[in-house]
């Protein structure tokens, strides 16, 4: 599907006419063009990291089933005014934002819902950018043109709907005013208070949860594992077999598969080491386990954690405490800890939305699943009040 082409033309103005192509390879689109795009803020949209997924063979095969097809918006001058990173989907794995329902569904019916196109990262349930617009460009006229694209290309290929998974909220709201169907999901986030260090943190949770706290992090302190940040030119191919090793570990016991090569680690490293920060357990000169993050502009991500052994707290530790105590010395703005996880809670990630949006050919199924989507939406909203003011572990005004 490589140079598929889709023409926009402005009726009044055709010397504004955008021409959409499609890239088997993002190697197809130049990593400058694409990153004025991208922007720098959030690390998994750069050309960096989806060429290392590309090339070190975790997506662009059916093995994989992640078939890259980008999507690039130019101008009759061929500038890259806008892209977006979409894949066909042969299957629903490593999206994080689950419709194996809706597929069950259509399929008991008699339809085919795959291949379908996923606009995403892959294997990476994290807020950011889908629909990239060069800075300085009308973002209110792009977006929607690469929405057009994007479906434009579903039915010329014979995909059964269009999946935008894990976008900005603005462009939550702009693809639903474009008739999308609108979905919301949950996280759990920690966002600096304009803390000075770790202890400034822990002074704004209640004493009860401030007194776990210390206990967990001294228990797993005591545990006799080091635990030490590695960045850029520090990360050594051993430091990535042994992570590669607590990845493989983690995905058996959760009965998966390892979407990520070894490969892709060392691609990482090559292309994006200074935005690496992988914490690793060593008890002694022995890796014991390992918490990668990679930062963002103004937000640190949580990605993989695995380790050899059990021990106890080791995991809150290198993934969550590690993580505030870096991004606060960094001034960071926040902690993303990745999916799932209610028990973050407690050590200060709060729950924070999520959002996808869809579009589904068939009308049959779109009306069920965006009735479907009008209950859920605020039940998830309802949620996510509810498990904030219930549970948080930030002190009350009258604690203060």
């Known amino acids: 599907m490589t140079a598929t082409q889709v023409f926009f033309m402005p009726d009044d103005a055709p010397e504004e006419r955008l021409t959409a192509t499609v890239h088997a390879r993002i190697s197809e689109i130049g990593a400058a063009e694409w990153d004025r795009c991208a922007g720098p803020d959030n690390p998994f949209i750069s050309h960096a990291f989806l060429s290392a997924l590309e090339e070190s063979g975790s997506v662009g095969t059916e093995a994989t089933g992640w078939l890259p097809q980008h999507v690039a918006l130019r101008d009759t001058a061929d500038r890259l005014l806008a892209c977006a990173p979409a894949y066909i989907k042969l299957h629903s794995q490593g999206e994080y934002v689950f419709d194996h329902g809706w597929a069950d569904a259509f399929e008991r019916a008699g339809g085919r819902y795959y291949p379908k196109l996923q606009v995403c990262v892959p294997f990476t349930p994290a807020t950011g950018p889908r629909l990239l617009v060069s800075p300085g460009e009308d973002a209110g006229r792009l977006r929607p043109a690469l929405v057009t ?12 709907s269009l999946h ?86 983690t995905i058996d016991r959760k009965w998966g598969w390892p979407y990520l090569t070894r490969g892709f680690f060392d ?21 014991v386990c390992g918490a990668l993050n990679l930062a963002g502009t103004d937000t640190l991500y949580g990605r993989n954690w695995g380790c050899d052994e059990h021990v106890k707290f080791l995991h809150f530790e290198a993934c969550y405490y590690r993580a505030i105590d870096w991004a606060i010395e960094q001034g960071m703005a926040r902690v993303e800890a990745g999916a799932q996880g209610p028990h973050k809670i407690q050590r200060g990630y709060l729950p924070a939305p999520t959002y996808s949006a869809h579009w589904i050919a068939h009308p049959g199924l779109a009306e069920a699943v965006a009735r479907a989507m009008d209950r859920e939406r605020p039940l998830v909203e309802r949620e996510i009040a509810a498990l904030t003011q219930e ?9 203060s």
Request: aromatic share 12%; proline share 4%.
């Open 149 to 160: 694209a994007l479906v434009q290309l579903c039915e010329q290929a014979g995909l059964s």
């Open 164 to 249: 935008v998974t894990f976008p900005t909220e603005p462009e939550y709201r702009q693809m639903g005013d474009l008739g999308l169907i609108r979905r919301m999901g949950q996280q759990y986030h920690w966002e600096n208070r304009g803390y000075g260090s770790f202890e400034d943190f822990l002074g704004a949770l209640n004493s009860r949860k401030r007194k776990q706290i210390r206990k967990e992090r001294r228990e797993a302190q005591d545990s006799g594992i080091a635990i030490t940040a590695y960045s850029g030119s520090d990360l050594k191919p051993a430091h990535w077999d042994a992570f590669y090793r607590f990845y493989e570990s």
């Open 267 to 287: 691609l990482l490293g090559e292309k994006l080491g200074e935005r690496v920060v992988l914490f690793l357990g060593e008890d002694g000169t022995r890796p």
């Open 391 to 399: 549970y948080s572990p930030y002190r009350q005004d009258s604690e």
